[in-house]
């Protein structure tokens, strides 16, 4: 098992950057692909990115692919999401989430341990 937390989000405006971080805790972390998801208000929860786990393969939504970077460290036991250019449609809350596995996957329900979420605001 492995719990999650996010942290790195806040209010930037458009064009500006973030780096988000999710911390894991457990003994396995090197056992799990993982990804980050985003929801906004009345909208369904979305993939946004999601890497291997050994950081060798990395899927992207199309809607940040060459804006975004997924990242983790084993060792630190951290997955990251480089944001830049970011836009007022990035706006959500974004949440990391674990998957006992080789490779990750574009689904919420591929996924077994969630984040509580950390809130991200594009301004205009």
């Known amino acids: 098992q492995v719990q999650l937390v996010e942290s790195g989000g806040g209010l930037v405006q458009a064009g500006g950057s973030l780096r988000l971080s999710c911390a894991a805790s457990g003994r396995t972390f090197s056992s799990y692909a993982m990804g980050w998801f985003r929801q906004a208000p009345g909208k369904e929860r979305e993939f946004v990115a999601g890497i291997d786990l050994n950081g060798g393969d990395t899927l992207y939504a199309d809607s940040v692919k060459g804006r975004f970077t997924i990242s983790r460290d084993n060792a630190k036991k951290q997955v990251y999401l480089q944001m830049n250019s970011l836009k007022p449609e990035d706006t959500a809350i974004y949440s990391c989430?674990?998957?006992?596995?080789?490779?990750?996957?574009?689904?919420?329900?591929?996924?077994?341990?969630w984040g509580q979420g950390t809130q991200v605001t594009v301004s205009s």
């Open positions: 989430a674990a998957r006992a596995g080789v490779v990750a996957g574009r689904r919420p329900y591929d996924y077994a341990y």
